[in-house]
T-cell receptor, first 118, second 113 residues
């Protein structure tokens, strides 16, 4: 079965540079979530989108922005990178299907993008 | 606000022994509860999920968890540990409707030969 795809898998950037992480949800899933997992930490929710609209917002820095496109893929844009942004960034997708009877409500996670800021 | 507390950041058991990873939740409404597993340098894999359909939830790889409202607990168990079970385990909670998931701090499970 198809899973959540994230690209790139690894990314190395310098301080103050920008980075763009991409997430391709499971086909027909309508909701995308972004999480950040620092070294030795639990994943922290950043932001989510349902049907291309922001649905919830967590502890996402103002330097970060995200959007969901018409094909449901999502991008997380990170600017003015800091050393503390080094982390594993997960994307998850689910089928809320509020207009459907097939909602699963389960979030399926991608393999993550490991961002290293030097 | 919802939260989960995992008791024990590191648990070590012998191969073949019972695995018990503890999780207590705090929620003002019936929550969704999850256990995820993370192998080294890998993503998060859903082990099992509680959605109020049944208090005993069976998951993959022989794991199961029991929802106990009176104890606000959702402990993860496996009767016989295998070396391949060594990983980080996260208990998590969310509201109905699949909003953001709130993770516990994780428990690292080690298996002794």
């Amino acid at each position: 079965a198809a899973g959540v795809i994230q690209s790139p898998r690894h990314l190395i950037k310098e301080k103050r540079e920008t980075a763009t992480l991409k997430c391709y949800p499971i086909p027909r899933h309508d909701t995308v979530y972004w999480y950040q997992q620092g070294p030795g930490q639990d994943p922290q929710f950043l932001i989510s989108f349902y049907e291309k609209m922001q649905s919830d917002k967590g502890s996402i820095p103002d330097r970060f922005s995200a959007q969901q496109f018409s094909d449901y893929h999502s991008e997380l844009n990170m600017s003015s990178l800091e050393l503390g942004d080094s982390a594993l960034y997960f994307c998850a997708s689910s089928l809320l299907g509020l207009a459907s009877t097939t909602s699963t409500d389960t979030q399926y996670f991608g393999p993550g993008t490991r961002l290293t800021v030097l | 606000a919802q939260s989960v507390t995992q008791l024990g950041s590191h648990v070590s058991v012998s191969e073949g022994a019972l695995v018990l990873l503890r999780c207590n939740y705090s929620s003002s409404v019936p929550p969704y509860l999850f256990w995820y597993v993370q192998y080294p340098n890998q993503g998060l894999q859903l082990l099992l999920k509680y959605t109020s359909a049944a208090t005993l939830v069976k998951g993959i790889n022989g794991f199961e968890a029991e929802f106990k409202k009176s104890e606000t607990s959702f402990h993860l168990t496996k009767p016989s540990a295998h070396m391949s079970d060594a990983a980080e385990y996260f208990c998590a909670v969310s509201d109905l409707g699949a909003s953001k998931i709130i993770f516990g701090s994780g428990t690292r499970l080690s298996i002794r030969p």
